[in-house]
C-alpha cells in the first residue's frame, strides 16, 4: 500500500471564507535565504523519498538567474544548495545558456523533469532529467524563441508527453496566451493547439493581459486541475494574480472551467513590495487528494505557501467560471 503523502497544511484561519488562504509564516524562503542570493522565487517543489526536493529561481547580487536543487523534510524549512545546477549532456550537446529561471519539476514514469526558461537568444524552454536532484542532464530546448511557462504534465497523454506554454517576445511580453505541445520523445515538439486566451477586460480584467501556465496539472475526478497567473496592465504596471482551470483529462486543449474571480492576489506586504511588486505566481502544487498547497513567488523576492481543499477549489471554478 502506498503511503499517503503529508503536505505542508495550515488549516483556514478563524473567520476567513476565502477559497485559498496564505500561510502565517510566509514567506517560507526569504530572499538572503543562502549567501549569494539576491532574491529566491518563482521555484518548484514535488515528493522526494522521505521528504521533498526542489529547483529554485536564485538571483544573485549581480543578478544573474539561474536554478539551484535543495532538499527539505516538511516542504516547509528548505536546504538550499549554495551554487546552481551544473548540467551534463542528456540527448543534446547544446547546454550552453544565458540564464535559466522559473523552473517547474514533474515526476513522470522514472524519473524527474525539469522545465524552465532557458536563454537561447532570447527566451525560449528548457528540459532536464533527474533521477537524484544531484545529476541534472540537460536536453534539447523544447521550442524557437521566444516562449516561456513551460509546464509539463505528470503523465504522457494519448502516448505523448504534453506540455503547456506561453509564447512571447523578448521582453516584458505585453501579451500570452496559454497552448498545449506534444512530444513522442520529449526532445522534438508539435501538434501546438490554443488552450486558454486572455479574458476581456470587462469580463475580468486581471487576466486581461497575458496569462500563463503555472503549476503542473492534478488529475483529479473533474479534470486536469492547474493553477495559473493572469496580468492586468495598470497605471503602475502589471499585476499578477492567480487563477485555476480545469482540462479535460483526454483531450487538455479543452478548457471545462475556468476561473472568473481570481483565487489570489497581491494582498501581503511581501507579495505588494519588492524587486516587482504586486506579484502572486504559482509554480508548484502538492495535493494528497483532499488539500492542497500552492508554492508561488511573492514580488519577484520571496516564496509563499497558500492552502486550500481540492472538491472547494473544482466547486469555485464551476460556480465562478468565465464564460467559454
Same mark, same amino acid.
Given at each position: ?60 547580487? $549581480? ?31 547544446m547546454i ?28 525560449? +524552454?528548457? +528540459? ?70 486572455? $479574458? ?64 489570489l492576489a ?13 506579484v502572486v505566481?504559482?509554480? $508548484? ?40
Amino acid at each position: 500500500m502506498n503511503k499517503k503523502l503529508i503536505i505542508p497544511w495550515s488549516e483556514r484561519p478563524a473567520g476567513d471564507n476565502s477559497i485559498m488562504w496564505r500561510y502565517a509564516e510566509n514567506p517560507i524562503i526569504g530572499r538572503y535565504h543562502i549567501p549569494a542570493s539576491n532574491s529566491i522565487f518563482n521555484s518548484a517543489v514535488v515528493p522526494f523519498k522521505d521528504g521533498f526536493a526542489g529547483v529554485f529561481r536564485c538571483d544573485n547580487k $549581480a543578478v544573474q538567474m539561474n536554478i539551484f536543487a535543495g532538499f527539505s523534510s516538511d516542504g516547509i524549512h528548505w536546504e538550499i544548495n549554495h551554487e546552481p545546477i551544473q548540467m551534463k549532456a542528456g540527448n543534446t550537446d547544446m547546454i550552453d545558456s544565458d540564464y535559466k529561471y522559473d523552473p517547474r519539476v514533474t515526476f513522470i514514469e522514472d524519473r524527474y523533469w525539469v522545465t524552465w526558461c532557458n536563454g537561447y537568444h532570447g527566451p525560449t +524552454i528548457g +528540459i532536464a532529467y533527474t533521477f537524484d536532484f544531484v545529476s541534472f542532464y540537460q536536453c534539447e530546448n523544447a521550442f524557437l524563441p521566444f516562449n516561456r511557462n513551460g509546464v509539463l504534465f505528470p503523465e504522457k497523454i494519448n502516448g505523448k508527453y504534453c506540455m503547456l506554454s506561453r509564447p512571447s517576445d523578448n521582453g516584458h511580453t505585453p501579451f500570452g496566451d496559454i497552448y498545449l505541445s506534444y512530444s513522442p520523445d520529449m526532445k522534438y515538439w508539435g501538434e501546438h493547439r490554443c488552450v486558454m486566451k486572455v $479574458a476581456d477586460f470587462k469580463d475580468s480584467a486581471w487576466q486581461c493581459t497575458k496569462i500563463g501556465a503555472g503549476t503542473v496539472p492534478i488529475r483529479t475526478d473533474e479534470g486536469w486541475l492547474m493553477f495559473y497567473h493572469g496580468v492586468i496592465n495598470t497605471c503602475n504596471g502589471f499585476r499578477y494574480s492567480m487563477g485555476a482551470a480545469l482540462l479535460d483529462l483526454r483531450n487538455p486543449a479543452k478548457v471545462l472551467y475556468r476561473s472568473q474571480p481570481y483565487l489570489l492576489a497581491p494582498a501581503a506586504p511581501y507579495e505588494l513590495a519588492g524587486d516587482v511588486p504586486n506579484v502572486v505566481f504559482p509554480c $508548484a502544487a502538492l495535493s494528497d487528494g483532499e488539500k492542497i498547497a500552492v508554492y508561488y513567488g511573492a514580488a519577484d523576492t520571496v516564496v509563499g505557501l497558500a492552502f486550500g481543499y481540492l472538491d472547494e477549489i473544482i466547486d469555485f471554478l464551476k460556480n465562478n467560471s468565465l464564460l467559454l
